[in-house]
Antibody
């Protein structure tokens, strides 16, 4: 059964870069029917879709974060990653990686357990 | 961005009750609307996709309906395991957006 697991530092200082990696296990990231997503959840803003990457490397980002976000993929490691730069306290949230089924209909049937990242000095 | 507004924000209900949650989109999303359940400390879990299709393995007491800008999510005969927060989410246009959530609590 395919599983997703987030990893990375849980404490980031203001103005620095938040970096998380999602490892896909028991399944290939190189599927043509999936987008690999990052979604975050904070008390103030609820669930917010950050963006996705296709295994080929094509991406789509939320315009509200586009200037600060980079999502990349490493198919050899079956991983995809999130970098969010110039973070502030407002970026404190639980960050989820999630697989989206695509192809006419799009939804998130598979999520990681989530990683709470705190932005604080 | 398409704004998704759920109502109510919270509700109290008893086991066995029928519960209805509504989701209003700020623009027409046709049937590009999904519903998720989230329990404390856990990731959201997909229940309904394309407004009315039950995800595999989800009990049939959960259902969804609607199209355009108005959607309804129903739990028939609420069970103890159903006390959670429920979210709608649209995917008709980017950025994909979620409702603010409806917390279903025990009366």
């Amino acid at each position: 059964q395919v599983q997703l697991q987030e990893s990375g530092p849980r404490l980031v200082k203001p103005s620095q870069t938040l970096s998380l990696t999602c490892t896909v296990s028991a399944g290939s990231i190189s599927r043509n029917d999936c987008y690999w997503n990052w979604i975050r959840q904070s008390p103030g803003k609820g669930l917010e879709w950050i963006g996705y990457i296709y295994y080929s490397g094509s991406t789509h980002y939320n315009p509200s974060l586009r200037s600060r976000v980079t999502i990349s993929v490493d198919t050899s490691k079956n991983q995809f990653s999130l970098k969010l730069n110039s973070v502030t306290a407002a970026d404190t949230a639980v960050y989820y990686c999630a697989r989206a089924v695509v192809g006419g209909t799009e939804y998130f049937p598979l999520w990681g357990q989530g990683a709470l990242v705190t932005v604080s000095s | 961005d398409i704004q998704m507004t759920q109502s109510p924000s919270s509700l109290s209900a008893s086991v066995g009750d029928r519960v209805t949650i509504t989701c209003q989109a700020s623009q027409d999303v046709t049937v590009s609307l999904n519903w998720y359940q989230q329990k404390p400390g856990k990731a959201p879990n997909l229940l309904i996709y394309d407004a009315s299709n039950l995800q595999t393995g989800v009990p049939s007491r959960f259902s969804g309906s609607g199209s355009g800008t108005h959607f309804t999510f129903t739990i028939n005969s609420l069970q103890p395991d159903d006390f959670a927060t429920y979210y709608c989410q649209q995917y008709t246009s980017f950025p994909w957006t979620f409702g603010q959530g409806t917390k279903v609590e025990i009366k």
